[in-house]
């Protein structure tokens, strides 16, 4: 299966980004929660973030 969207109602994205941390960079730091207190907010209307949500979202998947 491919995914090719990802729909989410406004009240529940904030919950499904802090949960998959699509724009923490998990490499750049020592641990999980020291990647995720330095993500970027994450932002609906930024293309590159809509597909960073969605990528991470696929890693997870598989």
Known sequence: MKID???????DLDDLV??????A???AYESEEEAEANAPAFDLNNPE???ALK?????LSC
């Open 25 to 27: 960079n998990y490499d």
């Open 5 to 11: 969207h990802v729909w989410v109602l406004p009240g």
């Open 49 to 51: 973030h809509c597909i």
């Open 55 to 59: 990528d991470r979202l696929w890693d």
């Open 18 to 23: 802090e949960r998959v941390h699509p724009l």
